[in-house]
């Protein structure tokens, strides 16, 4: 279970999102975190997800790919941390807000997901399904 303190982390293999979940809900711990992101909250972020926002913008704008990925990694970070906010409050977590973007994209995209007389949900759902599967067992 990602949720055991002894969740193995191992610097030698590729981290996977899953991982950063743990991380975040690690520091989150009211327990054993830090003591400054227990403390966090929507608002306090709010000024922290503005500067990645204008960091990953200067990266783009100065062609700055390697720098781009750091940044991008960073957003990803306070995404996942204000998800895990919404977790301890009980608004959402996650895995709630992929299911909406995806589900929005989808929705938005006839034209590449279609739905046709079987349905789009019938044919591509196992694929999704077991996407999902291995991503949460990774």
């Known amino acids: ?11 030698q293999r590729q981290m996977c999102i899953r991982d950063s979940k743990y991380v ?14 227990t403390q966090q909250n929507f608002e306090s ?5 503005l500067e990645e926002v204008y960091e990953v913008i200067d990266a783009i704008s100065r062609k700055n790919f390697i720098g781009l990925k750091e940044e991008l990694g960073d957003l990803l ?11 301890e409050r009980g608004l959402f977590d996650f895995d709630k807000v992929v299911d909406g973007l ?7 995209h006839p034209h590449v997901f279609p739905k046709h ?4 949900e019938r044919r591509i759902g196992p694929v999704f399904s077991v996407l999902c599967l291995r991503d949460s067992l990774s």
């Not at 279970?1 to 610097?11: F, G, K």
């Not at 972020?45 to 997800?49: D, F, G, N, S, V």
């Not at 970070?77 to 977790?87: C, E, R, T, V």
């Not at 995806?102 to 938005?108: E, G, S």
Request: one cysteine or more; a positive charge; charged letters at 30%.
């Open 1 to 11: 279970d990602h949720r055991d303190l002894h969740y193995p982390l191992r610097r």
């Open 24 to 37: 975040v809900e690690r520091l989150r711990d009211p327990e054993m975190g830090c003591p400054w992101d």
């Open 45 to 49: 972020l709010q000024h922290y997800l």
């Open 77 to 87: 970070f306070q995404i996942i941390f204000l998800a895990q906010i919404g977790q």
């Open 102 to 108: 995806t589900k929005k994209l989808i929705d938005r």
């Open 117 to 120: 007389k079987n349905g789009f």
